[in-house]
């Protein structure tokens, strides 16, 4: 059976001397594998589609669980994301998560479009570890595990929070603080951008001056989050921290 989609190419694996298994993140059937046969030949008509961060309208065959490439129509190249160190390694995050967080099949046309918005902003110019909060949050929303950050996760109080708690499930006040013992101490700033990132749509992202101790605050309550919740070692965070402590 053919079928249609746009798709991102979120992951790539060789496949014998010329081919490629793409994973390819679509708005309409969620993630897909797509042999792209004669892939790794320059002169291939599949070759520009076949890589990482493509965004194409893909038309393959399936009958089984993977599928044939048939066509595709280039939309956008992404090329900096690849070409960039630093870019590639944010993207590359970007990839990994929604790779192994999505189940196969399980569509998502808000995340997809999140997904495409946050390739854009990175292309862009826009902050890294910003967009890469907010596309963090969106998939933890996708999961159904997003931090609480309008009240103390504990409770219930609106006001003085000052913390996170991963255990807890996100914001916790300054009078619960003390009995949570993962609690990691939070500016409100931090507390008031990271809901500001959850409920922001990523299209509309614009350029955002952070400071680097707010920026760090984040990035920590994240990160615990994260690991607590999803619980999944990830490559490409591993390089991303290697890149920072090496100041790239």
Known sequence: MLYQAD?????????????KILTVFTK??????????G???PKSRNAAVSQL???ADFHYFKSGQMGTLNQAELIKSYRALREQLALSAYAAYLAELTDRVLEDRDASGYLFDQLIACYD?????????IVTHLYELKMMQQGGYAPGLENCMSCGSQEQLQAFSASAGGAICRSCMRSCTDAI???????????????????RLGKTEVSPEIMAEMKQALRAFIDTHVGLRFKSRSFLDQMEKYGF
């Open 39 to 41: 892939a790794k030949k």
């Open 121 to 129: 902003a990175l292309e862009d110019g826009k902050h890294p570890q």
């Open 28 to 37: 309409t059937h969620g993630k897909v594998s797509i042999m792209s046969r």
């Open 7 to 19: 798709g991102v190419v979120i992951r790539t694996t060789d496949y014998g001397e010329g081919n």
């Open 185 to 203: 101490a939070l500016h409100p700033k931090s507390i008031k951008l990271l809901y500001m990132l959850q409920r922001m749509d990523g299209r």
């Open 53 to 55: 961060f493509t965004y």
